[in-house]
T-cell receptor, first 113, second 111 residues
Framework: GDSVTQMEGPVTLSEEAFLTINCTYTATGYPSLFWYVQYPGEGLQLLLKATKADDKGSNKGFEATYRKETTSFHLEKGSVQVSDSAVYFC????????????FGTGTRLKVLA | NAGVTQTPKFQVLKTGQSMTLQCAQDMNHEYMSWYRQDPGMGLRLIHYSVGAGITDQGEVPNGYNVSRSTTEDFPLRLLSAAPSQTSVYFCATGTSTDTQYFGPGTRLTVL
């Protein structure tokens, strides 16, 4: 079945460091791919998305490119801030009419001043 | 627009008690879903609905019931609470293949 695998955390970085959080997927069909962010005590909110191969999603300095050849959607940011500390979830949309979104287990990011 | 609202924010139950977690949306989305979030497990889908009167099971449906009588509301019922149901519960809404909008969550503790 469809699945999402993302790197384990926690990831601890200093402010202004480069961030990569790896995400790979297995899916039948052509899903859309998402990154969601969860700040402490809140629900998930969309960070960025890509709907087809080679699309790049971007928002708030974060980027991710839909790579069909490597089945990946890695999240990157060139210079993290303390305010980026959160849990990040990779997800894929339902394929083949299943109506079931698949989320990764989440990666906790802590940015130190 | 309130978006997606969930009540209550916190709840403590004793084993065997029943309760209903409420979820309401004003975004006119057909698709609604319930997830539970546990440490190290990510989000697991409990039940979902693709429209009023239509519901289906997700990954972890046992011990939970849902119904969908209106587009706006999608309550989740715990029939006989167990300690294993201690978790944070999120309701989400959206289209069936695009962005999901999440509520703020309900933190449930079962003693």
């Amino acid at each position: 079945g469809d699945s999402v695998t993302q790197m384990e955390g926690p990831v601890t970085l200093s402010e202004e460091a480069f961030l990569t959080i790896n995400c790979t997927y297995t899916a039948t069909g052509y899903p859309s791919l998402f990154w969601y962010v969860q700040y402490p005590g809140e629900g998930l909110q969309l960070l960025l998305k890509a709907t087809k191969a080679d699309d790049k999603g971007s928002n708030k300095g974060f980027e991710a490119t839909y790579r069909k050849e490597t089945t990946s959607f890695h999240l990157e940011k060139g210079s993290v801030q303390v305010s980026d500390s959160a849990v990040y979830f990779c997800a894929l949309s339902p394929t083949s009419g299943t109506y079931k979104y698949i989320f990764g287990t989440g990666t906790r990011l802590k940015v130190l001043a | 627009n309130a978006g997606v609202t969930q009540t209550p924010k916190f709840q403590v139950l004793k084993t065997g008690q029943s309760m209903t977690l409420q979820c309401a949306q004003d975004m006119n989305h057909e698709y609604m879903s319930w997830y539970r979030q546990d440490p190290g497990m990510g989000l697991r889908l409990i039940h979902y609905s693709v429209g009023a009167g239509i519901t289906d099971q997700g990954e972890v449906p046992n011990g939970y019931n849902v119904s969908r009588s209106t587009t706006e509301d999608f309550p989740l019922r715990l029939l006989s609470a167990a300690p294993s149901q201690t978790s944070v519960y999120f309701c989400a809404t959206g289209t069936s293949t695009d962005t999901q909008y999440f509520g703020p969550g309900t933190r449930l503790t079962v003693l």
